[in-house]
């Protein structure tokens, strides 16, 4: 079993930064595959990153040049520059094994963070 715990998150003006960190347990956790995902009121979950186990990082176009994924082991951090109020929502930490840009693969979620973008 694997337990994700997210922090930061929190609300700012257009053009601010932010800073998310998720934080995994569990015995395999450091091989998975980790990402994070978004969903905004009345949308569909989306992919903003994912990061594989030796540190290959993939990003929706949405974010590319502005938000930046890193890990440590079963650790990773989501920092956010330059955001946008179209970045709102729920940001969710997940984790897997296999291939990282396959959703379902994902069976492991954290409770989400709330990001709120003022413009």
């Known amino acids: 079993q694997v337990h994700l715990r997210e922090s930061g998150g929190g609300s700012v003006q257009a053009g601010g930064s932010l800073y998310l960190t998720c934080a995994a347990s569990g015995s395999t956790s450091e091989r998975f595959c980790m990402a994070w995902f978004r969903q905004a009121p009345g949308k569909e979950r989306e992919a903003v990153a994912n990061?594989?186990?030796?540190?290959s990082v993939l990003y929706a176009d949405s974010v590319k040049g502005r938000f930046a994924l890193s890990r440590d082991n079963a650790k990773i951090f989501l920092r956010m520059n330059r955001l946008r109020s179209e970045d709102s929502g729920i940001y969710y930490c997940a984790a897997g094994p296999g291939f990282c840009t396959v959703f379902e693969m994902y069976n492991y979620w954290g409770q989400g963070t709330q990001v709120t973008v003022s413009s």
């Open positions: 990061i594989d186990n030796v540190g």
